[in-house]
């Protein structure tokens, strides 16, 4: 079964089609770097209007790189559920467009599912019932990844989401956006020992995550230096705060492995790319015998071929979404 | 030639198909916040009470705003994305022009309004009719309402979905003005959005489908914060 999937929930137009959800035959993806630079950030109405301008571009992109016509597309998928509300619309008026000009199956997924596809893409060995992290600039949760497309959540950010501390922490550093791969790169030249800042709730019985204190404590930390006149090792300072991130990440997500008594581990969204997360998680995981898993580098941060994967799967259990699809900017996962 | 015309820029979704002279259809649904939730199902109920399938439309007229912004990218964006999936031409209509077609046979000259959100800010432009086609007269007015006070010179009719708030407004700014101008209170049609977009495919006027955008008479609130930012810079 060919699947067109969309995705649009924040500032990435992207469409892709995926055969039988396992083979990606295109991805196209239209990022909104100029606006993010020119911004700060993403905001919300200025990445919609982008998107009502580049979602054909982007959907016929995918049927040309991919060889094929909208008759040969047998359902669409699209992200209708997590996200900013005026983005999300886009993508789904235009899936539900084409489901009824060409009578096709129609199926609204949930943004964080889209993720978790991401590695099932990425490895089609990834064995289920697994623990999956998901965390990005928009989210970050701990999820008990079971058959047939149920989740069970055991954990999430009471504030910040990891890549956002990334990205907050980087621009007051005088760091270029997204701060992720920019405080990633920059670490590798600096000592993650040289500042010691809080790993938030690492120990706390619950597997929630907090990084708005650890945020404030570099803030508070780079003030002071400025104050006292010392030079600014902006590349240890940078190694040090990703540091404390990683422990909590690990920490909290081998907690969720025991909890559950399993043995699996699927780290996915955009900071599942940040290149010491991976070390750290693969180094500890090897040690505890627990295998671990991360996407392709493409399919990190969002995509389409995630939410075609994840509508595959959807529509082998008979699901499907009729033509009144709605947004839901702030469902939870499953709901 | 027989054309679907849509329009979601208001609070209303409105469908109507027209082949450039008769109306065949013309319907409109309360929509609120959820023009989006309704849209396809809107455009479904109107083709098959007219007994029509999209395969049979020679092509699609898209109501571009002014109006809600919501309103206008769900429209846009079904519009194009339906004429891409079933390889029809598509043509953006203004939705001031489409107001002011719908009272053609009221006066010679028409102003066309559409709230902008904010109080009494709105979107307007004057019309005059040539051919029965409405022209536009000067720039689209983005602005409070009252600002149109001094534009008008000479008898016309408001028209738009709070015609007869305007009207109080632009009457009690200047006295003078109730005995020129009428108000009609409409909303945007469907079938006039179809019937303008019919008589421009059929010139062979398409839009390109690809590109075709909402008109912004606004930039977002962020986007004019930095401008004005960066020139002070």
Known sequence: ?335 | MIVLGIDTSGYINAVGISDGVNVLADASFPARTDSLEQIVDNIDSVLKKANLALKDVAGIGVGLGPGSWTGIKVGVTVGKMLAFSANKPVAGIPTLDALAYGVRDKSPLVCAVIGAGIRDTIYAAFYRFANDLPVKEGDYFTGDAKDIAPLVKEPVTLVGSDANHYYELLTNEDKSLNTKIKALEATPSGAAVACLAAMRLKQGKADDTLSLMPLYLKESTAKVFVNKYSAKA
């Not at chain 1, 990205?167 to 040289?194: H, W, Y």
């Open chain 1, 1 to 335: 079964m060919l699947i067109l999937g969309i995705e649009t929930s924040c500032d990435e137009t992207s469409a892709a089609l995926v055969a039988d959800g396992k083979t990606i035959l295109s991805s196209a993806i239209a990022t909104q770097m100029d606006l993010l630079k020119k911004y700060g950030g993403v905001v919300p109405e200025v990445a919609a209007r982008r998107h009502t301008e580049l979602i054909g571009y982007v959907i016929q992109e995918a049927l040309d790189t991919g060889c094929k016509t909208l008759a040969d597309v047998e359902a669409v998928a699209v992200t209708s559920r997590q996200g900013l509300i005026g983005c999300l619309m886009v993508g789904v008026a235009a899936a539900k467009s084409i489901s009824y000009a060409r009578q096709i199956p129609l199926i609204g997924l949930h943004h964080i599912e889209g993720h978790i596809f991401a590695n099932r893409l990425s490895n089609p060995d990834l064995p289920i019932p697994h623990i999956a992290l998901t965390v990005s600039g928009g989210h970050n949760m701990l999820v008990h990844v079971q058959e047939n497309c149920r989740y069970e959540i055991m954990g999430a950010t009471l504030d910040d989401a990891a890549g956002e501390a990334f990205d907050k922490v980087a621009k007051f550093l005088g760091l270029d956006f997204p701060g992720g791969p920019v405080i990633d790169k920059l670490s590798k030249q600096g000592n993650r020992k040289a500042f010691s800042f809080p790993r938030p709730m690492i120990k706390s019985k619950t597997l929630d995550f907090s990084f708005s204190g650890l945020k404030t404590a570099v803030i508070n930390m780079f003030k002071a230096q400025i104050a006292a006149g010392e030079a600014l090792p902006l590349a240890d300072i940078a190694a040090s705060f990703q540091e404390a991130i990683v422990d909590v990440l690990v920490a909290k997500t081998l907690r969720a492995v025991e909890d559950k008594d399993l043995n699996v581990v699927s780290v996915t969204g955009g900071v599942s790319a940040n290149t010491r997360l991976r070390e750290v998680f693969t180094e500890t995981c090897k040690k505890k015998g627990i295998q671990v898993f991360f996407p392709k580098m493409s399919l990190c941060t969002d995509n389409a071929a995630m939410i075609a994967a994840a509508g595959y799967a959807r529509m082998m259990l008979g699901e499907r979404s009729d033509l009144r699809l709605n947004v839901f900017p702030n469902a939870p996962l499953g709901g």
